[in-house]
């Protein structure tokens, strides 16, 4: 029962380069989202998924960039990091079934841009 | 578009006392309304949720909310607070693309 899974978990990196957050969901979601949890914002979207290969985006989606090839698997590569991309990126999911949209998170990737 | 505001940015409070967190939103013809607790270094976990029904919602770990559609608030309350409730909580309401939209969160600081 591993649920959502997010990795690595810490990353350290440098401007300017392309770093690729992973995120995997094991109870076939339809949905799946991305956060980024900055201190004074609280969550904000940046990329969603309905489906696969279906993504649309967020709040504030400049300077990433996903895919979803299979359903299980939702991806976040920044091409170029940047310093305010230091942040927490969470990863969610919910069911197409949940009409509400309750979403369940995975534990979270702390980035740090250098 | 709908907004959540959580007044409090920070809570402090005695072990033992009772303690409220406020959540407004803006007003919409029909909500779907979440308490997300955040405990440190870990992902978000629900705590309740108000789809219908009863204004009066009980969640985990003994937290409880009421939704009052006149005021447009969502306000969360336990009545004894333990060390362990130490964390972030954050307001949610859905939208109608089923989006979720958060407030800035608010961090409950057990006092001993």
């Known amino acids: 029962d591993a649920g959502i899974t997010q990795s690595p978990r810490y990353k350290i990196t440098e401007t300017g380069r392309q770093v690729t957050l992973m995120c995997h969901q094991t109870?076939?979601?339809?949905?799946m989202f991305w956060y980024r949890q900055d201190l004074g914002h609280g969550l904000r979207l940046i990329y969603y998924s309905a489906a696969a290969d279906i993504t649309d985006k967020g709040e504030v989606p400049d300077g990433y960039v996903v895919s979803r090839s299979k359903t299980e698997n939702f991806p976040l590569t920044l091409e170029s990091a940047t310093r305010s991309q230091t942040s927490v990126y969470f990863c969610?999911?919910?069911?197409?079934?949940?009409?509400?949209?309750?979403?369940?998170f995975g534990p979270g990737t702390r980035l740090t841009v250098l | 578009a709908q907004s959540v505001t959580q007044l409090d940015s920070q809570v402090p409070v005695f072990e033992e006392a009772p303690v409220e967190l406020r959540c407004n939103y803006s007003?919409?013809?029909?909500?779907?309304l979440f308490w997300y607790v955040q405990y440190p270094n870990q992902g978000l976990q629900l705590l309740l949720k108000?789809?219908?029904?009863s204004t009066l919602v009980k969640g985990i770990n003994g937290f409880e909310a009421e939704f009052n559609k006149s005021q447009t608030s969502f306000h969360l309350r336990k009545p004894s607070v333990h060390i362990s409730d130490t964390a972030e909580y954050f307001c949610?309401?859905?939208?109608?693309?089923?989006?979720?939209?958060w407030g800035a969160g608010t961090k409950l600081i057990i006092k001993p």
């Open positions: 007003s919409s013809v029909s909500v779907y």
């Open positions: 949610a309401v859905s939208d109608s693309n089923y989006q979720l939209i």
């Open positions: 969610a999911s919910r069911s197409l079934g949940s009409s509400y949209n309750e979403q369940f």
């Open positions: 108000y789809l219908s029904g």
């Open positions: 109870w076939s979601h339809s949905y």
